[in-house]
């Protein structure tokens, strides 16, 4: 992969994230519009959107 992907937070504020350091994707509370993304060292970040469309992004990147 070794890229970089801009993501939404479900605040509305944007980051850029590392697409070789995430460990795997989940939804985030039974929520379908908002994804929780799991690095290596057990950190997370809360993005918008559905599984679907975060993986999408992710593999594009």
Same mark, same amino acid.
Request: hydrophobic share 45%; charged share 25%; proline share 0%.
């Given at each position: 992969?070794? $890229?970089?992907? %801009? /993501?939404?937070?479900? #605040? $509305? #504020? @944007? ?5 070789? &350091? =995430? +460990? @795997?994707? %989940? %939804? @985030? &509370?039974?929520?379908? $519009?908002? *994804?929780? =993304?799991?690095? !290596?060292?057990?950190?997370? /970040?809360?993005?918008? $959107? +559905? /599984?679907? *469309?975060?993986?999408?992004? /992710?593999? !594009?990147?």
């Amino acid at each position: 992969m070794n $890229g970089y992907v %801009r /993501l939404e937070t479900a #605040d $509305g #504020d @944007f980051v850029v994230v590392n697409v070789d &350091r =995430i +460990s @795997f994707v %989940r %939804r @985030f &509370r039974g929520e379908n $519009g908002i *994804s929780a =993304i799991n690095f !290596e060292k057990g950190n997370y /970040l809360v993005v918008k $959107g +559905s /599984l679907g *469309s975060v993986m999408t992004i /992710l593999a !594009e990147g």
